[in-house]
């Protein structure tokens, strides 16, 4: 699993570098300006501090600390200990980099409370490593041993999965701030299903989400070809999935929200699924 881990914890630090620093639009800053943004927050006190900044800078950083400390027991079984304490190393030079270079950035806020933060997730990733090993070994075997026994077709199916849900979430800049989620709701950017809005998805983007999740359904039955009940078994794998993915969707600040998407994702992949069963009953007989 070594390798699994290892690819997760490099790929949720990218994010980490992307989500602080997107665009990229660095400017020349002296060091005594750098240094006076980055303490600012800390000289002001806490009732300054921001908590849903904070919150955010934690959770951004658990998994890279979770999947870099079980890259490192795999590694090096011998020493978990120190693995975890370089595994928070890691991170606090990783956030410490971050943080200055968005000194840089002009629409950027610097702050050594969000350092703080950023290395408490990751101290907090180590610490789920440690009570939930075991599991999270059983998981990923159980994800590697899926993937292993699955056709090349499935397998295709899969990683367009995965492309969906990144469709569904870009361009990632992620938000927990209240005021943020509140302006997309006051501006018709956050649709509970059939609000009115001229910002709601017309009919023909609501058929081209349902056709673009058949495949979803299609690979649930595909994978799951002897459950009983495969329409209700994709359910109970589609409906978390998706809502999860609309909830996310939800919390990503310049992303247009309309929860009808999710419900024509949903009804196109269960679409996917009653054929994927067609299909399989006419070949196999059940």
């Known amino acids: 699993m070594r390798?699994?881990?290892t690819a997760a914890a490099f790929a949720f630090a990218a994010f980490?570098?992307?989500?602080?620093?997107?665009?990229?639009?660095?400017?020349?800053?002296s060091w005594p300006e750098i240094l006076a943004s980055f303490f600012a927050a800390w000289q002001t006190g806490p009732a300054s501090w921001s908590r849903s900044d904070f919150v955010s800078n934690v959770l951004l950083?658990?998994?890279?600390g979770l999947f870099g400390a079980a890259a490192l027991d795999a590694t090096w079984t011998r020493a978990r200990a120190l693995n975890a304490v370089a595994v928070i190393a890691a991170a606090f030079v990783l956030s410490l980099g971050l943080e200055l270079a968005q000194a840089c950035i002009v629409w950027r806020t610097s702050s050594v409370v969000d350092v703080l933060a950023e290395t408490c997730g990751a101290a907090l990733g180590c610490v789920w490593w440690r009570a939930s090993s075991v599991h999270i070994d059983d998981a990923a075997a159980a994800a590697h041993a899926l993937v292993a026994r699955a056709a090349a077709l499935e397998r295709a199916l899969l990683g367009y999965a995965v492309l969906f849900a990144i469709g569904w979430l870009l361009p990632f800049d992620f938000t927990l701030r209240p005021n943020e989620i509140a302006d997309k709701f006051a501006h018709g950017r956050l649709l509970l299903p059939f609000m009115p809005s001229p910002d709601g998805f017309p009919p023909s983007t609501l058929l081209a989400i349902a056709a673009a999740a058949m495949p979803l359904g299609i690979v649930v039955v595909r994978l799951r070809a002897r459950?009983?009940?495969?329409i209700a078994h994709a359910m109970l794998i589609l409906v978390p999935g998706l809502l999860a993915l609309e909830i996310g969707q939800?919390?990503?600040f310049s992303r247009t929200t309309d929860t009808r998407g999710m419900l024509a994702a949903l009804i196109g992949a269960l679409a996917g699924a009653a054929a994927a069963r067609r299909?399989?009953?006419a070949v196999l007989g059940f």
Request: charged letters at 15%; hydrophobic letters at 50%; a positive charge.
């Open 3 to 5: 390798g699994t881990y």
């Open 279 to 281: 299909a399989r009953t």
């Open 250 to 252: 939800a919390l990503v």
């Open 61 to 64: 950083f658990v998994p890279i």
């Open 227 to 230: 459950a009983r009940r495969p």
């Open 16 to 29: 980490a570098v992307w989500g602080s620093l997107f665009p990229f639009e660095l400017q020349r800053v």
